[in-house]
C-alpha cells in the first residue's frame, strides 16, 4: 500500500518535495454553490463530512453491582482537550534539571473519563433516566456515598467517585481503552466492544 496523499487547495505554493515523483490524478473542479450529481465523488465526500461532523456519543456501562443499568455517556475530546492529556504524559524537567515524576495512568484515564463525560444515566428496561450529573462529587451525592468528617461532595475529586464507583481498579482500566479505542475511531460503532 503506498504512502497516503493529502491534495490541497494550492498544492502548487509548496511544489513537490525534491527528488519526489509528482504524482497525476483528477481534479474537482469547484464553485461555491455547486451541487454534486447523486453518486458522484464529490456526493459522496459530502455525505461522509457530513457524518464525520456529527455529534457522537458513547454508552459504557458501569458494570459491578451497577449491571449494564447505571451507564456513563461519553463524547469525543476535542483537539485542545486531548493535548493537555500529551502534556501530562511528557516527563518534564524542573528548574534545578530533575526530570519530575509523571501522573499514573489511572490518574490520567480519570481525568480523561471526566472531561469526556457528558452525562450519566440510568437504563431500565429500555427507559433512560438522564440523572444530570458526570463524574464529579454530584454523582456521589446522588448515590449517597458516604463522606469523612468535615469533607463535602464538592471536595471530591473525579478519581475518587470513579474509584468508588467501579468495582476494581481492572473494570476502570478496562472501561477507559473501551472508551479510548473508540476515540479513535468514534464512527464506527463496533470500536469500542469487548470485553466487560
Avoid at 2 to 31: K, M, Q, W, Y
Wanted: with cysteine; glycine share 10%.
Amino acid at each position: 500500500m503506498g504512502r497516503p496523499t493529502v491534495v490541497a487547495g494550492n498544492a502548487s505554493a509548496f511544489g513537490p518535495e525534491p527528488d519526489e515523483p509528482t504524482l497525476e490524478h483528477d481534479t474537482i473542479e469547484l464553485e461555491p454553490d455547486d451541487d454534486a450529481a447523486p453518486g458522484s465523488v464529490l456526493a459522496q465526500l459530502r455525505a461522509r463530512a457530513e457524518v464525520q461532523r456529527q455529534v457522537r456519543t458513547l454508552d459504557l456501562p458501569v458494570g459491578g453491582a451497577f449491571g449494564d443499568e447505571l451507564v456513563i455517556r461519553y463524547r469525543v475530546l476535542k483537539p485542545h482537550e486531548w493535548d493537555k492529556y500529551a502534556v501530562l504524559l511528557t516527563p518534564s524537567v524542573t528548574g534545578a534539571g530533575e526530570a519530575q515524576d509523571l501522573p499514573p495512568m489511572s490518574v490520567l484515564n480519570v481525568r480523561m473519563m471526566a472531561a469526556a463525560c457528558v452525562t450519566v444515566l440510568w437504563i431500565e428496561d429500555g427507559e433512560e433516566t438522564d440523572l444530570g450529573v458526570g463524574l464529579d462529587g454530584g454523582l456521589a451525592q446522588l448515590l449517597g456515598y458516604p463522606l469523612a468528617e468535615g469533607m463535602s461532595y464538592d471536595d471530591l475529586s473525579a478519581l475518587e467517585v470513579v474509584e468508588a464507583l467501579f468495582p476494581s481498579p481492572m473494570a476502570v482500566t478496562t472501561h477507559s481503552g473501551r472508551l479510548v479505542t473508540w476515540m479513535q475511531n468514534p464512527s464506527d460503532p463496533g470500536s469500542a466492544e469487548g470485553e466487560e
